[in-house]
């Protein structure tokens, strides 16, 4: 079983900076495509960026193109995100998640970690 937790929120300003991180239990988790989520409260859970297996290409919800970055680091078993002036809006519970073969659909999921912006 893949382990993964994520690590970083905190209460910022609007206009901050932010690194998410994601650590896995074990190297078994550079195979994934990896993806971030986030949870408001009364709102569902909506993907944020996503990242391929390799790194090579990444992915982002139109709502934080420009201002979110994904990476990732095989090496250590981690992924990070990385928020550039956030806003209120983005104050959310942010988690990783793990796609997986065959089914291809993302299996594995921290437990998440706060995020909250004040105005």
């Known amino acids: 079983q893949v382990h993964m937790v994520e690590s970083g929120g905190e209460l910022v300003q609007a206009g901050a900076f932010l690194r998410l991180s994601c650590l896995a239990s074990e190297r078994t988790f550079n195979n994934y495509a990896m993806g971030w989520f986030r949870q408001a409260p009364g709102k569902e859970r909506e993907f944020v960026a996503g990242i391929t297996w390799s790194g090579g290409s990444t992915t982002f919800a139109d709502s934080v193109k420009g201002r979110f970055t994904i990476s990732r680091d095989n090496a250590k078993n981690a992924v990070y995100l990385q928020m550039d002036s956030p806003k209120p809006e983005d104050t959310a519970v942010y988690y990783c998640?793990?796609?997986?073969?065959?089914?291809?659909?993302?299996?594995?999921w921290g437990q998440g970690t706060q995020v909250t912006v004040s105005a």
């Open positions: 998640a793990a796609k997986v073969a065959p089914t291809l659909t993302y299996a594995y």
